[in-house]
């Protein structure tokens, strides 16, 4: 179709405007070829007739639908020119305020003056692997395209960031780079990437400043060049400079300021490490105060100066340096205040005395006296002789301001050149990418050699774009097979070569600097002699010092004045020999390296991208501009040698308002930018492009039914455009796309939107008609109605007679009575039944309230019986506690009064001795003890003797051990010697050795056969048999231990007997008698006492003799003996010292127990001497035998000869009488405790007997003194009416009460005293209640450990206790098979889920078991370290993790569940009870195991993640799972990047749910815990909800209304998911809330106030920037929808005012809600468990 066909009525147009560049029309009336105007609309309602020439009609350019309005690339708009472009941007700038934009391969990037949302890190991972057409426009989608290819092409690449000042060049550059910093980390210790960020603010602070446009505008070029290895990770950065305004040093124009460095400097001149600069404000000096503006606003100089130093230090320049940057830069300020004043005659001169000019010569240490004499004086040199002029003031002033320039273009490449050193990393660069942040195309009513650099740089980038474009549209049509036709595109070579070509603008300039009087007139003639001719050069009709140059984004008018200064950069000789002649070293090196470079400097080959005319003349290549061309095809060359990514900043508005857009401001810049040019080039062929899938998707509604049957869509497709559109010019069929010419797109929208609204239209009328039949049909219904009821009338008005009247009042009247009748007979039935009702529920209701006041009787009744026992029951409590305290308070009354009555009768020992004289028994007494102080002295002679013995017998068995330990030694020496020459052998042969060591057992065995048999026969009979004495030592032990206790038990029976006997001490009559009985049961226990140590030293002597002689189980021996000398016989004596207060015979039992101790301490001391001499000898004994142990496993013959030695040394026949000994004297002592103890139980007998008379008559003679009472309180009573009594008696009661109150008082405090005693006794009572625990535990496993050692286990019944044994060598397999060799996928493992834990858990309990605790820590640290070890090398495997997290989680709940702790033992059975842990607290591995488990679930959350994140955005926001819902709009160039390929799978929201699905019956297969499997399902799902938000944020074609109805289907499948799985609870559906809102404010109505508080209302998941961004991206789909008003999202804004909440545009999909692991029992018998033999754990033994 023709392009002015489509010039319609209802078409839109642009008509250039004034104002606005371009407006808005509407055509009224159908263009026909001849006509000679357009019939216009204008917006504001007024009529326009646009002139068109009849000839040769140039129509105004159509307007693009407002389907395609607000597209992310300007190339996908059907007509593509100037006001569609223009227009896009303002709709997507000032509306959705949307800053980015694509135009083919350029991004567009408008200033929004204000800080965004934007650039956070979850940006830049959203934006991470992202194909570049994906998401919405982004520096950060630029950053990642150029990443990814240079990762997948190896090639280097380049980012062309451009613009004018103020645009935002360089904060889109710091952007880029600060995402190649995030995405590709260094993984090395230096950082580099943090130092690639770090030389940013430095780089501005000595390279920009405050401009009338910028507030930081960058007032130099720069190339970053940031290296990457070959794992795409940054290792260094270089960056280059182009083009640094120097004059900006001396000179600055109004509101201008210089560099941001000096006024840091200036605002912290107070601080001490600036003192010594002696600097001042910054309106004092005058390099500072020229613009007149000294402050930005918003800006703190001071905090600004903070983090350059902060950078400098990051950066790794030292503080030396830094401080002689300062000095430098201070320096300058003080020479531009330096006066120069002029003397005269054209002289000038500088008072040397200027303190300037001091500070300056200090700060860099030249010679004041010469900078004097030459910024005054200038050297000529001639043929024969060199004259000193002197100079006039102002070019005095000139030498002062270009040595200042100098010194700080020197200063600026010496601290790039260090910043550049600071970040090379060692390491090889693999590619590169370049991030060039250059100046735009500028013109300024002034214009001077500055800008003509700049603009001349900007005419190369232009033409290398426009190569790079045409490349790549040749590319396209290639890679679809359409034929290529050439596409004229503007070529700015002629410009130029204008610029660089021989006789060109610069030759001219060189030229002219050579001569010593040039001047810029003189320069500017040249031009217009030369350049006359060129049309693109121009001369200017008003002015003489300027030219006009034809650049391609506009005519610039250049002033000549300054040209040739600048560009010569003359400063005179003298003043450079000064500065190289500085004492400081930092200043010196300036200039020497300048003249190194100066020297050194070579021509620079470069291949330019046209071949151009070469210089003529090798001198001007020092000149500004010969270098700048230089650095310039230089930076062309990489450029060219790199793939390049262009982003064109805009500058929206010169006011610098936020989101304001100016139109004329915008148009002259994207003019001048080049994207103007982009957007020609491909109008020019066919700038549309649609796949066939997006086509077919889109125009489907267009396709009749035979072409919608087609299985191939491709041809389909072109069936569909054949019969469209006729010309087939107008569309080219590629391999994968359609390309249509300019308008085709429109034309498709146009017949799309006439047949959608032709099928409304349909549908409206059907609908209309059923509308109307409804409303017809009611109407006639209620016409038949009223017609019935009208004839009804008629009919009755016919009938109606006298007659009729009558016999129809008769009629009322009989149904009258009759009803009446009917009536009352009703009314007296229904009042007999209600009544009877009433008369019944009365009743009941009666009968209840008795039957409940019964109740309340009754429970009366029952609370004061209840009430009268507990208060009974209080008193009598009371009554014995009172009657307890004062018992207690007698008693110690008696006892003062019994001390003070010892005090006093002093008389009471004559008494005493008076009475033992009378009584002849305490003589006989006296005279047994005297014998039996002989017997004891006698024994004690034996004893003696029997020690000399015994020492002898020691002393003979040492000197027999040390001649035995003598030949042992020998023995070991000759063994050792045949050690050595046997293993020197079995080096030199293995196999021999073997041989010959057969050869020599079976020669001994045929010799000493019979001889070996014998031995090995005594020898096993003897281990029994002392195996057997050992058992019998261990009992006898016991025994006496035993005996020992129940001899504490009497003593402590008799210390309570004595107790009561000190309280009733009052009874007198009782105290002999009790005497007595204390005095025989003294005497009596002083026997058993005696006799028992006669038998326990004998024994103890005989087992020291065993001790000697069994030297083989020394260990053994030691164990049992360290338990039974722990329990000394100390406490037999503590009956004695209870009873010595009643024994009136203390004296002589004293002599006698301190004699008895005596010896016993001295026969002490010498055993323990001996002990030690058998310590020693048992120690060497062992070392020996470690010794012959360790040779044994070499050879076999060392142990016979060893077995030999030991049977010689046989002992057995003394040990057997020993024994025997050792059992008479043991069956003696048990018949002698037996008689002690009858005796003793009898005698407690008749005492408790004697003490429960006299209680029971206290007791009576208690309740006599109450009767008493009681008839005394009766008196009382009696007595009331007499006052005076009363008086006194109250007195008397109130001084009894007060001493009752003191008693009471008292009684607490010894209460109380009581009460901590008890707590004290009773806290050391549990101590040794623990110890003996722990004892006998000990005793227990000593003895479980010796019998497995020594006898084998008897046959039991099959009676399991849920335990594994394993021996300690096979730790090492248990956890290779059942751990790091087993396999998750293993039938056995799946159906027992858990096995491997339970199994781990079971060898536990056995180490448990055994109170072993190096095999528990061992078997413990070994699991923990194996499960690592797996996880760490199967990090990846989803069932593996799945598998170990299970088992963990098990394991863990095993080692809560059989802990012992009562809160994880509710749910036990009486057996798993049996089964907990008996001997450790494992609290401590739970804890390790527990954050083992985390780990594994974090890893295990990943891997799923990892796994499910590819999915979610194509399923859930780019998958249509709601058929005929199509949401597919036009695409523009950046849908065609090389960095896009076809997916080999496409993702639904089934294969989402599949792969959940996949998850969950991996988790249960693995018998994983239901509320472990929720968290992890909840976590997915946030994942799946945060995900698909952060897309919707970022992808302004996804916010539209019926995505919103594919994202709430989409929602609903998994909820149904969840609800098919039973996981509901897991408030997995929760996570999805934001989602859900989101969807939802696609879909609801955006136009009214209210809808704005429903929004507000509704959104409660959703932050404001979230709502404002989700309504400022709304796209329409079709031309019914409508946008989001601008004044609505302020409404919803306003709204969202006070909301609290976080200010994040994305959600953190990264974050990972807190895990628990919940206790829950297993009911698994551990007993019944069995394990499989597959698992090749054979080595586990079932106990």
């Keep these: 179709m023709a392009l002015s066909e489509l010039y319609t009525e209802y078409n839109r147009v642009w008509i250039p405007d004034v104002e606005h560049v371009w407006q808005s029309a509407e055509i009224r009336r159908d263009y026909h070829f001849g006509d000679n105007v357009l019939e216009l609309l204008l917006e504001d309602g007024t009529e326009h007739y646009y002139p068109v020439d009849s000839s040769q009609p140039q129509l105004p350019p159509l307007r693009n639908p407002d389907i395609l309005v607000g597209e992310n690339d300007l190339t996908a708009l059907s007509y593509l020119h100037e006001p569609a472009v223009l227009h896009n941007l303002k709709v997507r700038f000032v509306e959705s305020r949307i800053i980015y934009t694509y135009c083919g391969i350029i991004l567009v990037a408008v200033n929004p003056y204000k800080q965004l949302p934007l650039y956070g890190d979850a940006i830049i991972n959203a934006y991470s692997g992202q194909n570049v057409g994906d998401m919405d426009p982004h520096i950060f989608a630029v950053a990642e395209e150029a990443y990814k290819q240079m990762a997948r092409n190896h090639k280097n690449q380049s980012i062309i960031v451009s613009g004018e000042s103020g645009a935002g060049k360089t904060v889109s550059a710091r952007y880029a780079m600060r995402y190649f910093a995030v995405v590709s980390k260094s993984g090395s210790k230096t950082r580099v990437e943090d130092k690639v960020l770090a030389s940013n603010p430095i780089t501005e602070a000595i390279g920009n400043a405050k401009t009338t446009r910028n507030d930081n505008s960058s007032r130099f070029g720069k190339y970053t060049e940031i290296s990457f290895d070959r794992r795409h990770r940054i290792i260094g950065a270089n960056m280059r400079t182009y083009l640094l305004e120097k004059s900006r040093v001396v000179f600055q124009t109004d509101n201008e300021r210089n560099y941001h460095i000096f006024y840091q400097m200036c605002s912290c001149a107070q601080l001490p490490e600036f003192k010594n600069l002696r600097l001042l404000s910054a309106d004092e000096f005058r390099y500072t105060c020229l613009g007149g503006e000294i402050t930005i606003e918003g800006v703190d100089d001071k905090k600004e100066m903070e983090e350059t130093r902060r950078t400098f230090s990051l950066l790794g320049l030292k503080e030396d340096f830094q401080s002689d940057v300062f000095k430098v830069l201070a320096a300058i300020l003080h020479l531009g205040n330096v006066e120069i004043k002029n003397s005269g005659d054209d002289k000038s001169s500088v008072s040397p005395s200027d303190p300037h000019l001091a500070v300056f010569c200090e700060l860099l240490d030249v010679s004041a006296a010469g900078l004097v004499r030459w910024l005054c004086h200038r050297r000529i040199v001639m043929v024969t002789e060199t004259v000193v002029k002197p100079v006039p003031k102002h070019q005095a002033v000139n030498a002062r301001d270009a040595l200042a320039k100098q010194i700080y273009a020197l200063l600026f490449d010496r ?93 001219l300039l ?70 190289r002649a500085s004492k400081c070293p930092f200043v010196a090196n300036f200039f020497q390296e300048e003249e190194q470079n100066s020297r050194g400097t070579k021509s620079v080959k470069v291949r330019p991208a046209r071949p151009g005319v070469k210089p003529a003349n090798k001198q001007l290549r020092t000149s500004v501009g010969d270098k700048f061309c230089s650095s310039l095809s230089l930076l062309m060359e990489t450029l060219n040698a790199t793939t390049p990514h262009y982003v064109r900043c805009i500058k929206p508005n010169d006011e610098k308002f936020p989101f304001e857009y100016d139109s004329r401001r915008v148009v002259q810049q994207l003019r001048a930018c080049g994207v103007l040019e982009t957007i020609r080039i491909s109008a020019q062929s066919y700038p549309s492009r649609w796949t066939y899938v997006e086509f077919y998707s889109r125009y489907s509604i267009l396709m009749t039914h035979q072409e919608a049957g087609l299985s191939d869509k491709k041809q389909t497709c072109k069936d569909v455009l054949q019969r469209l559109i006729q010309d087939s010019n107008q569309y080219k069929f590629g391999r994968t796309k359609i390309f249509f010419r300019a308008g085709q797109v429109a034309y498709l929208e146009k017949l799309r939107l006439d047949r959608l609204r032709g099928a409304c239209i349909t549908i409206q009328k059907h609908v209309r008609g059923w509308s109307q039949r409804r409303k017809y049909m009611c109407m006639r219904q209620a016409a038949i109605i009223i017609q019935q009821y009208i004839r009804g009338k008629r009919t009755i008005r016919k009938t109606v007679s006298a007659a009729t009247l009558k016999r129809g009042w008769a009629s009322l009247v009989i149904q009258r009575h009759w009803r009446g009748y009917r009536m009352r007979q009703i009314y007296h039935i229904v009042r007999l039944a209600s009544i009877t009702i009433q008369a019944f529920t009365r009743g009941w209701m009666a009968r209840k309230r008795y039957k409940k006041m019964m109740e309340e009787q009754k429970a009366l009744v029952l609370q004061k019986y209840a009430r009268a026992w507990l208060a009974r029951r209080r008193f009598q409590t009371m009554r014995r506690l009172v009657l307890n305290v004062q018992l207690s308070y007698r008693v110690q009354q008696l006892r003062k009064k019994i001390d003070e009555q010892n005090k006093e009768n002093r008389g009471l020992m004559e008494r005493l001795t008076s009475l033992a004289n009378t009584h002849s028994q305490t003589v006989d007494r006296l005279h047994g003890l005297e014998t039996k102080l002989e017997k004891s002295s006698n024994q004690k002679a034996s004893l003696e003797a029997r020690e000399k013995k015994v020492k002898e017998d020691a002393s003979l068995t040492i000197a027999q051990l040390q001649n035995e330990m003598d030949a042992l030694t020998l023995e070991k020496q000759n063994l050792e010697k045949k050690f050595e020459s046997s293993t020197k052998e079995a080096n030199e042969s293995f196999d021999q050795i073997k041989m010959n060591l ?32 050992k058992e019998e030592i261990k009992r006898l032990k016991e025994e006496r231990v035993s005996l020992q206790r129940k001899l504490e038990e009497g003593g402590q029976v008799n210390s309570d007997l004595q107790e009561q006997v000190i309280q009733l001490s009052k009874h007198v009559k009782a105290i002999p008698e009790l005497r007595r009985d204390l005095n025989n049961m003294q005497n009596q226990r002083n026997n058993i006492d005696r006799k028992m140590k006669e038998q326990s030293e004998q024994a103890r002597v005989k087992m020291k003799e065993i001790t000697k002689q069994l030297l083989g189980g020394v260990v053994e021996e030691e164990v049992l003996l360290g338990l039974t000398q722990n329990s000394d016989s100390e406490k037999m004596y503590e009956v004695e010292d209870m009873l010595t207060a009643f024994d009136g015979m203390q004296k002589a039992t004293r002599i006698l127990e301190n004699h008895q101790r005596e010896q016993k301490e001295s026969y002490e001391t010498q055993v323990e001497g001996l002990k030690l001499k058998l310590d020693h000898l048992q120690n060497e004994n062992n070392k020996l035998q470690n010794l012959f142990q360790e040779k044994s496993n070499v050879n076999e013959k060392i142990l016979q000869e060893v077995s030999r030695l030991r049977s010689e040394n046989s002992v057995l026949p003394e040990l057997k009488l020993q024994v025997s000994e050792l059992q008479r004297q043991k069956q003696e002592l048990e018949v002698h405790v037996e008689e002690q103890n009858i005796e003793l139980t ?363 109805m594919q994202i709430r289907c989409n929602i609903s499948y998994l909820e149904e998911w969840l609800k098919e799985k039973d996981l509901q609870s897991s408030n997995a559906i929760d996570t999805m809330k934001p989602l859900s809102q989101a969807a939802w404010l696609l879909q609801v109505n955006k136009s009214t106030d209210d809808d704005a508080k429903e929004i507000t209302e509704k959104c409660t998941e959703l932050n404001p920037v979230q709502i404002v961004k989700i309504l400022n991206s709304y796209t329409p789909i079709d031309d019914f929808e409508k946008r989001v008003a601008s004044s609505f999202v302020r409404k919803v804004q306003s709204l969202l005012q006070d909301r609290e909440g976080s200010t994040q545009l994305m959600l953190d999909t990264d974050y990972r809600f807190q895990v628990t692991f919940p206790f829950c029992s297993s009911s698994q018998a551990l007993e019944l468990l069995q394990v499989p033999s597959s698992l090749n754990l054979g080595f586990l033994t079932r106990i």
Aim: aromatic share 8%.
């Design 1242 to 1604: 009898e005698k407690t007998e008749e005492i408790t007997n004697i003490l429960q008379k006299k209680i029971q008559e206290e007791s009576s003679q208690r309740r006599h003194f109450e009767e008493k009472a009681e008839v005394l309180e009766e008196v009382k009573t009696d007595l009331q009416g007499k006052v005076e009594d009363l008086q006194e008696e109250n007195d008397h009661l109130k001084r009894q009460h007060m001493m009752e109150s003191e008693a009471k008082m008292r009684l607490r405090q010894e209460a109380s005293q009581l009460t901590a005693e008890n707590m004290d006794f009773e806290e050391q009572l549990d101590q040794k209640d623990r110890l003996i625990k722990k004892l006998q535990n000990q005793i227990k496993s000593l003895e479980t450990s010796h019998k497995a050692k020594q006898t084998p286990a008897p046959a039991l019944p099959k009676d399991y206790l849920g335990m594994l044994e394993y021996k300690r060598d096979d730790e090492s397999k248990l956890v290779q098979n059942i751990i790091l060799d087993l396999k998750p996928k293993g039938v056995v493992v799946n159906m027992i889920p858990g096995l491997p834990a339970y199994i781990l858990f079971m060898c536990v309990r056995h180490a448990d078991y055994l109170n072993d605790d190096a095999k528990l820590k061992s078997l413990m640290n070994g699991i923990i370290t194996a499960v690592k070890k797996v996880i760490m090398t199967h990090h990846k495997d989803f069932e593996l993790l799945s598998f170990w997290l299970s088992n963990m989680y098990q394991l863990l709940n095993c080692l809560r569940q059989y802990s012992g702790e009562e809160e994880f033992m509710k749910q036990n059975t009486p057996r798993q009870n049996k089964n907990c842990l008996q001997n450790f607290d494992l609290s401590e591995h739970r804890q390790i195991l527990s954050d083992l488990a985390i780990h594994i679930y974090h890893q295990f959350i990943t891997v799923m993640e990892k796994t499910l994140a590819p999915a979610i955005v194509p399923g859930m926001l780019e998958h249509e799972s709601l058929q005929g819902i199509s949401s597919m709009k036009p695409t523009g160039f950046r849908k065609r990047s090389n960095s896009l390929y076809e997916d080999s799978e496409n993702y639904t929201i089934s294969f989402i749910i599949q792969q959940l699905s996949h998850f969950h019956s991996t988790m249960s297969q693995h018998g994983m815990e239901q509320g472990l499997i929720k968290q992890a399902i909840k976590q997915l799902f946030f994942l799946v909800g945060a995900t698909t938000l952060n897309n919707i944020m970022l992808r302004k074609d996804m916010c539209s209304c019926r995505k919103g």
């Design 415 to 507: 601290i790039i050149n260090r910043i550049n050193t600071a970040l090379q990393v060692p390491g090889k660069q693999h590619a590169f990418i370049g991030v060039l942040d250059i100046y735009g195309f500028e013109t300024f009513d002034i214009n001077s050699f500055e800008q003509f650099c700049i603009n001349y740089a900007n005419e190369k980038l232009q033409q290398q774009f426009n190569l790079h474009v045409f490349k790549l549209e040749q590319e396209e049509y290639m890679k679809e097979d359409i034929p290529w036709t050439l596409i004229d595109f503007y070529d700015n070579q002629p410009v130029i070569d204008l610029i660089e070509a021989k006789m060109g603008i610069l030759d």
């Design 510 to 579: 060189d030229e002219e600097c050579l001569f010593p009087k040039g001047t810029d007139q003189s320069w500017l003639q040249k031009l217009h002699n030369y350049l006359d001719a060129n049309p693109l050069f121009e001369k200017p009709r008003l002015s003489n010092e300027a030219f006009v140059i034809q650049h391609f984004a506009d005519k610039v008018e250049y002033q000549c004045k300054g040209f040739l200064e600048k560009n010569r950069d003359a400063l005179y000789e003298e003043l450079i020999d000064i500065m």
């Design 998 to 1029: 057969l050869e020599e057992k079976e020669n001994e065995a045929r010799l000493r056969k019979i001889a070996e048999n014998n031995i090995e026969i005594q020898r096993q009979d003897h281990e029994k048999e002392v195996e057997t004495l």
